[in-house]
């Protein structure tokens, strides 16, 4: 089993490209969910996804969009990166409710020049 | 959402017990405590959950208060391994709100 898997692991990108972070779990888990973590700070919620078919904005949505592709990928969107979104993003898949953890991947660490 | 409050950082030696602990004085009854911890710049690794009882596995233990306010964890015996950020987080047993937040932690540093 490989748990989470996010690609790429790095990318720079110049202000106003676009690009897709992709993020695959094989556990059969219902819920997903896209976190991005900025220096000596915890982890922030951009967007998650209940079930397949449903997403649901987090805590900092602005500048991105997701898609959940089936029920083991669940994309994260760029459609014109900024200076601000530089950043480490990580991924994470749970079933849904509280008694199961959330696992995530090892991270795609994004730089926007 | 319940928010949890957790110390910035705490130091403890190798070989002793580290206890961390976590305030979450709004949790509600259907709400756990769950503790994660990230290594590095890592994702971050799955520790132990708790609803009402103290819980224990092969990492760590953990102490809720019995009015659920606060919760602490536990590593019995800290390496230098267990060098790391510690979050504290509360998620719901229904699941039906799913914006889970981590906060800042706890950056715990063992001392040789």
């Known amino acids: 089993n490989a748990g989470v898997t996010q690609t790429p692991k790095f990318q720079v990108l110049k202000t106003g490209q676009s690009m897709t972070l992709q993020c695959a779990q094989d556990m059969n888990h219902n819920s997903m969910y896209w976190y991005r973590q900025d220096p000596g700070m915890g982890l922030r919620l951009i967007y998650y996804?209940?079930?397949?078919?449903?997403?649901d904005k987090g805590e900092v949505p602005n500048g991105y969009n997701v898609s959940r592709l089936n029920k083991r990928e669940f994309s994260l969107r760029l459609e014109s990166a900024a200076p601000s979104q530089t950043s480490v993003y990580f991924c994470a898949s749970s079933q849904k409710g509280g008694g199961s953890p959330l696992h995530f991947g090892n991270g795609t660490r994004l730089t926007v020049t | 959402d319940a928010k949890t409050t957790q110390p910035p950082s705490m130091d403890c030696a190798e070989g002793r017990a580290a206890n961390l602990p976590c305030n979450h004085s709004?949790?509600?009854?259907?709400?756990?405590v769950y503790w994660y911890r990230q290594i590095h710049s890592q994702g971050p690794q799955y520790i132990i959950h708790?609803?009402?009882n103290n819980e224990t596995n092969e990492m760590a233990s953990l102490i809720i208060t019995e009015d659920r306010k606060s919760s602490t964890l536990i590593l019995p015996h800290a390496t230098l391994r267990d060098t790391a950020v510690y979050y504290c987080?509360?998620?719901?047993?229904?699941?039906?709100?799913?914006?889970?937040?981590f906060g800042t932690g706890t950056r715990l540093t063992i001392i040789p």
């Open positions: 996804s209940a079930s397949e078919g449903t997403t």
């Open positions: 709004t949790i509600s009854g259907n709400e756990y």
């Open positions: 708790g609803l009402k």
């Open positions: 987080i509360v998620r719901s047993l229904g699941g039906g709100n799913e914006k889970l937040t």
